[in-house]
Every structure is written in structure tokens, then in C-alpha cells.
């Protein structure tokens, strides 16, 4: 059995210790699928449908053409090893915007690099990253983008510039709600923020004590 937060107690190292008890607890869990439910405050892009204009270069399961507040999201979450034996986690995000639902979709691998993870983004792998995982003074996990490359055919282009995307998301603990928080954002120096999304989410094993909030019901709280 692989722990549901394997990829980042690897990255991470001796530096997981700081993450809040709360967080590295659910880290530990063994769990090789596992699920989680909440609420988005805010999310989506604020390009709304001009961002499907990047559907014939990066495929699906990565780009939303919707913006809303209060948006009820689940992720579905498989642990596992690569081939080399490393640890992987593959998600699937399902946004609930009202009229449609959208997801993102992405597979972290840990590299040979300390604190570094390999993120493949979208159905067809076409975006790839480097993110850099630490530990915030609060106990969050902190997930910044150090690179980000677009396969096109045999080609692997690296976005910079004017191309650049600069991806920042925390994942932390709120004492109050005995919850999850999640923040992110991507930014482009253009074009501003293109996907942000914030609010709070719980695992599965824990929805059940929460009245409204059964997996798959679209009503959280």
C-alpha cells in the first residue's frame, strides 16, 4: 500500500516534519485511490471561452472556460510507482460550475532533484513542469513552478518569456474549520492571472460527520 501523500513526503524529505500534524497525518494515510470534496471560493479563468482556443495544442483535461464563485469540486486521486520505482500521484479535478463541469487533470513523478516534482498536465501529457515543494512558516505545503515545457509533436519547447507561466499553490490547514485550504494561481507576464482557484476541500473519511457533504451529492456544506 503507498501513503496518499507519497510524492511529497519524497520530495520534501526531512522538511515534511514542519508540515502542519494535520497535513502530514493525511499525508501518511495509505491509500492508493482516495477522494476528497469542497468548495472553491472563487475559480476558473477570467478569459472565459477565448481560453478554449488552446484546446488544439494542449488537448483536454486542462483548460477551464469557466469563472464563478462558490464552486463545489472534487478530486479523485490515484498513488503509485513508476517503472523506476519512484512515487507518482495522478488527479483528476472535477469543477462543478454552474451549467457545466470541467476538469484538470495531472501526474506528479518524483525526479532525482531534492524537493523537485515532475508534474504531466492535461489527458494527452502535452504541458510539462518542474515544481518546487516546500514547507511555509505555517505549515502549509508549498508547490511553485520552476519551468514549464509544451510538447508539440517531437518537440519539446520550453515557455519563456513572454511564454512564461508561473504557477504558486498552498496547501494548508485551517485550525478553525478542521479543514483544507488550497490556493493557486497562474500567472503569464502578459496576460496576468489565466487559472486561479482558492478554497477549502476535506478526504473522503471525513465527509461522512459532515452533514450535505457526501461525495458526488454537489452539496458540500
Given at each position: 500500500m503507498?501513503a ?15 508540515l502542519h500534524?494535520?497535513i502530514?497525518?493525511?499525508?501518511r494515510v ?7 470534496v ?7 479563468s ?5 481560453t478554449?482556443?488552446?484546446?488544439p495544442?494542449?488537448?483536454?483535461g486542462?483548460l477551464v ?6 464552486v463545489?469540486?472534487?478530486i479523485d ?8 520505482g ?7 479535478r472535477?469543477?462543478?460550475?454552474p ?9 506528479l ?21 518542474l ?17 514549464v515545457a509544451?510538447r508539440?509533436?517531437?518537440h ?14 498552498v496547501?494548508g ?5 478542521q479543514?483544507?485550504t ?8 502578459v496576460l496576468?492571472?489565466v487559472?486561479?482557484?482558492r478554497?477549502?476541500?476535506?478526504h473522503?473519511e ?14 458540500y456544506?
Open positions: 503507498t496518499r501523500g507519497a510524492v511529497f513526503l519524497a520530495a520534501l524529505g526531512d522538511d515534511a516534519e514542519r500534524p494535520e502530514l497525518a493525511q499525508m495509505e491509500a492508493e485511490s482516495d477522494s476528497a469542497g468548495v472553491f471560493s472563487v475559480a476558473g477570467r478569459f472565459g471561452r477565448l478554449a482556443l488552446g484546446y495544442v494542449v488537448g483536454p486542462l472556460t469557466r469563472f464563478a464563485r462558490d463545489p469540486f472534487r486521486t490515484v498513488a503509485g510507482r513508476s517503472r523506476s519512484r512515487a507518482t500521484l495522478a488527479a483528476r472535477e469543477f462543478r460550475f451549467g457545466a463541469i470541467q476538469h484538470i487533470s495531472d501526474r513523478t518524483v525526479i532525482d532533484r531534492p524537493g523537485v516534482l515532475h508534474n504531466v498536465l492535461g489527458v494527452r501529457g502535452r504541458v510539462e513542469m515544481e518546487e515543494c516546500s514547507v511555509t512558516s505555517e505549515g502549509s505545503l508549498r508547490m511553485r513552478s520552476r519551468a509544451l508539440v509533436g517531437r519539446r519547447i520550453t515557455l519563456r518569456g513572454i511564454l512564461r507561466l508561473d504557477v504558486d499553490l496547501d490547514w485551517d485550525d478553525a474549520e479543514r483544507r488550497i490556493a493557486m494561481r497562474a500567472t503569464n507576464p496576468g492571472t487559472l486561479e482557484y478554497g477549502w476541500y476535506r473522503a471525513h465527509t461522512d460527520r459532515d452533514a450535505g457533504a457526501a461525495p458526488g451529492s454537489g452539496q456544506e
